[in-house]
């Protein structure tokens, strides 16, 4: 976990830009952090799709598929969507239900169902059925199922890198 956030911090994001972007609260960072820095040989309390997300924005995407990708036609799913949702967490605005019907739980994607999405990063699938029904998708759910597909979230939501990252620890 430090080290993801080391080699952001060192390519022009500091934590309080990150929460920003990302949405990740500010304590669970300093606690994640602290945490790896006293106990480094202990199992990381970090949730698997935060685990996920970091892991991509320092240039290692779809640790949960062994790098695969879902295929799909990338341009027609980008035109489900208006372009806010392809924006960092303090730009993004949250895809309609209607939006979501085109891609979750469509006779056109049979991987992207709402039970197998939520086996694959460890989601309460009733929450995140709620959260598609509502528009009110958390980012970070979002940017995992956008990976999931192909879609660089690095740069998606990190448009400020000083230079390429890249971290070959994210395992």
């Not at 990708?69 to 035109?79: A, D, P």
């Not at 949702?85 to 939006?99: G, H, L, M």
Request: hydrophobic share 35%; glycine share 4%.
């Amino acid at each position: 976990m430090a080290e993801v956030i080391n080699l952001l911090k060192d390519n022009g994001y500091d934590s309080n830009q990150l929460v920003s972007v990302t949405g990740i609260q500010q304590k669970n960072i300093n606690a994640w952090t602290a945490r790896y820095k006293n106990e480094p040989d202990n199992v990381s309390t970090i949730p698997y799709p935060c685990w996920c997300f970091l892991c991509a924005l320092a240039g290692k995407p779809n640790i949960q598929s062994d790098g695969e990708v879902i295929e799909v036609n990338v341009r027609r799913v980008l035109s489900y969507f208006k372009p806010t949702a392809f924006r960092p967490n303090d730009k993004f605005v949250c895809p309609t239900s209607e939006q979501f019907s085109n891609l979750i739980d469509n006779d056109n994607y049979e991987a992207l169902t709402t039970e197998k999405l939520s086996e694959v990063f460890n989601w309460n699938a009733n929450n995140f059925a709620r959260g598609i029904d509502n528009g009110s998708l958390p980012f970070l759910n979002w940017s995992l199922i956008v990976m999931s597909l192909g879609i660089d979230i690095q740069k998606m939501i990190l448009k400020e890198l000083q230079g390429p990252v890249s971290l070959d620890e994210c395992d």
